[in-house]
């Protein structure tokens, strides 16, 4: 398997019913509330700055933040590249405006228009490295000067990375989680093992072979959807010069478990993964 084939394990899984039903209203799936504190810290870190403007919100999945960013503004577009999780999206919000487009290929919107971009989730880290790296100029390009670009991305330096079958890196609020959540979580976990752990066993090995490592990023599986996802990782040098590439300014960036925020110095390896805030100059 090679890096082009990424997109393919990908989009696949995101197509699946089973998945596409998590990330419903109807499934389940809850239409108001943050990833984890990181998403929560990015968006309030920029409200001010952003309250009213025209946004974009790219890989919007069954629409889990589309309540949450038109909060900020009613000047609202919502795409995703999986046709079924569009159709999911309309379902939950009928009266938005929600499209097939992929981040790779704007050509569809407005250039120069938004005043916010977000792609959450770690949708980026579903591109290859080259998509990746045309799906930032993508949004560069939406981008009005002065605006503000919001994206999560795993760490190449973190648990993510690092994670197997038997030694997952977890859900990042685990510690938010009740008691009695949390001994529920774990039983429904020992009884779900049996069948889990030889999937997951068996879907890293598949990936295995498409696993590349460049030092400031790498494509490797991971745990989610029991190693079911080939993911592009990247350090916070990597991101920097990643951002510097398109023409936006790296202007913070944090923890996606405890919403801190990190030095853009630094390499983290607690991080599972980073949420970062970048800019358009506005001249």
């Known amino acids: 398997m090679s890096l082009s084939d990424l997109d393919g394990v990908n989009r696949t899984r995101w197509s699946d019913e089973a998945v596409v039903e998590q990330y419903s209203a109807d499934g389940g799936g809850r239409m108001d509330i943050w990833s984890d504190p990181g998403e929560q810290a990015a968006v309030a870190a920029v409200a001010s700055r952003v309250r009213g403007v025209p946004i974009l919100d790219l890989g919007v999945g069954g629409g889990r933040t589309t309540s949450l960013l038109r909060l900020l503004s009613d000047d609202y577009v919502g795409v995703d590249y999986t ?15 929600l499209r097939l487009a992929d981040a790779r290929d704007l050509s569809g919107l407005p250039r120069a228009a938004f005043g916010l971009v977000v792609f959450s989730y770690n949708g980026l880290d579903a591109i290859d490295h080259d998509g990746r790296q045309l799906a930032l100029a993508e ?18 330096s973190g648990p993510c990375f690092r994670a197997t079958a038997l030694h997952p890196a977890g859900s990042p609020v685990a510690h938010t989680w009740s008691r009695g959540y949390r001994l529920g979580f774990t039983a429904v976990g020992a009884l779900t093992a049996p069948v889990r752990l030889p999937r997951a066993v068996r879907n890293r090995r598949r990936l295995q072979p498409s696993v590349r490592d460049h030092g400031s990023w790498a494509v490797a599986p991971n745990e989610a ?3 079911g996802l080939l993911l592009h990782y990247v350090t ?10 398109v023409g936006l300014v ?8 405890r ?24 001249s």
């Open 225 to 227: 959807h029991d190693f």
């Open 236 to 245: 916070l040098a990597g991101v920097r010069a990643e951002l510097d590439a």
């Open 139 to 156: 949004m560069a390009a939406a981008l009005r000067p002065g605006g503000v670009l919001l994206y999560s991305t795993h760490n190449r």
């Open 259 to 282: 919403g801190a925020p990190l030095a853009l110095d630094s390499d983290p390896t607690h991080a599972r993964y980073f949420h970062v805030v970048a800019a358009k100059p506005a």
């Open 83 to 97: 046709p079924a999780m569009v159709d999911a999206a309309r379902l939950n919000h009928p009266d938005v405006d």
């Open 250 to 257: 790296l202007e913070a960036v944090f923890d996606a478990e």
